[in-house]
């Protein structure tokens, strides 16, 4: 079983920056892909970000350009940068994995969630 921690929500001003981390524990073989969503008050479930084992990344549009995902495999984390942020990105961020936890298994996880407020 594979568990994920997020860290680094918190309460920024609008055009201000945060770093979020998502650290994975249990049996790892490896990570297939990485990502991040969100949900905002009253609204759905949103995705924002992703990063594969060959490190390719791609972005919702509504980030693109101000939000970075990278990982330090070594570590088994993935991060998200985000600046630039703006009262519509406040939400709770949640870490997802995709991983190989052993010959021919795969499990999906997902983190409890960090809380981001960006206020204006």
């Known amino acids: 079983q594979v568990h994920l921690v997020e860290s680094g929500g918190e309460l920024v001003q609008a055009g201000g920056s945060l770093k979020l981390s998502c650290v994975a524990s249990?049996?790892?073989?490896?990570?297939?892909?990485m990502g991040w969503y969100r949900q905002a008050p009253g609204k759905q479930h949103e995705w924002v970000a992703v990063?594969?084992?060959?490190?390719?990344?791609n972005y919702a549009d509504s980030v693109k350009g101000r939000f970075t995902i990278s990982k330090d495999n070594t570590r088994n984390t993935v991060y998200l940068q985000m600046n630039r942020l703006k009262p519509e990105d406040t939400g709770v961020y949640y870490c997802?994995?995709?991983?190989?936890?052993?010959?021919?298994?795969?499990?999906?996880?997902w983190g409890q969630g960090t809380q981001v407020t960006v206020s204006t």
């Open positions: 990063i594969t084992s060959g490190g390719h990344t």
């Open positions: 249990g049996t790892i073989f490896s990570a297939k892909s």
């Open positions: 997802n994995g995709d991983f190989v936890t052993g010959r021919a298994e795969r499990s999906v996880a």
